[in-house]
């Protein structure tokens, strides 16, 4: 656990970015948003937490030699291992070490802190990408950021599955409050469509709440982007996606402002303090 008088630590928002399954585009919209969030002045970290399937070196074309199980071990610091991305977000990558913070010994539990309380960077916004399902580990994460924002498509299985992860996160943590996204839809009619139907359930079987946040269109300058690996905000600035990637960023730095509480560190001592509970 993390002391409490830490007043001088630098608040921050941290986001965790999930879905229910696979397939639905998650880890291409926090590249995408991270960069979007760096157009408009943030300074963006990304935790990449997707246990030992990472994407997001592939996706922007970076090749980390470490992660964070080798701060962990004790082995580097924590700015050893950060890899700068695309208009200098940072990337933390934690392909191998990340499915290990469930099952941390205390000693380990401090090192990283003490390498958290160390990492002098400066940062405004932490997104976290979470790997897909409903497991666990990804619930660790959900519960220790500030704020959920659930990634899903209009397929029906994205839609129960999305559903799957949000009744997790509130029957056995107590999580109430979710953003939704809506990704690859044909437009605002289908992507309201894809909210309404998710959120109807919700309203009739649990006590949540859902806020829709957007959509991002089906465009086939994404696919040709990933292909490229880049960032289609980048590559096709100008296509329908990007510009409602930047439409998403303006959205959530501008509501988040009177909702940031606690540091990089205070996450983890979350993230620390939940999975010694578990």
Known sequence: ???????????IRTIAVASGKGGVGKTNVVANLAIAMRKMGSKVLI?????GLSNI???????????????????????????????????LPATSGVQELTVLDEFQRLQLLAEFESF????????????AGISENVAFFCIAAQEIIIVTSPEPTAMTDAYALIKVLYTRYQEKEFSVLVNSVKGDIEAKEVFKRLATAADKFLNVSLDYVGFIPFDEAVRMAVRGQ????????NSKASKKVMDLAVKILSRTKARVKGS???????????????
């Open 120 to 131: 002098d960077e400066d940062i405004d916004v932490l997104l976290i990408d979470t790997a």
């Open 230 to 237: 880049r960032a289609f905000i980048d590559a096709y600035p």
């Open 57 to 91: 070196d592939v996706l922007l074309q970076l090749a980390p030699k470490y992660n964070i199980q080798n701060v962990i071990s004790g082995e580097m610091a924590l700015s050893e291992i950060i890899v700068k991305g695309p208009h200098g977000i940072m990337i």
């Open 264 to 278: 990089l560190q205070f996450f983890i001592g979350n993230l620390l303090s939940a999975s010694s509970e578990g």
């Open 47 to 51: 935790l990449d937490a997707d246990l």
């Open 1 to 11: 656990m993390l002391n409490e008088g830490r007043g001088s630590a630098k608040h």
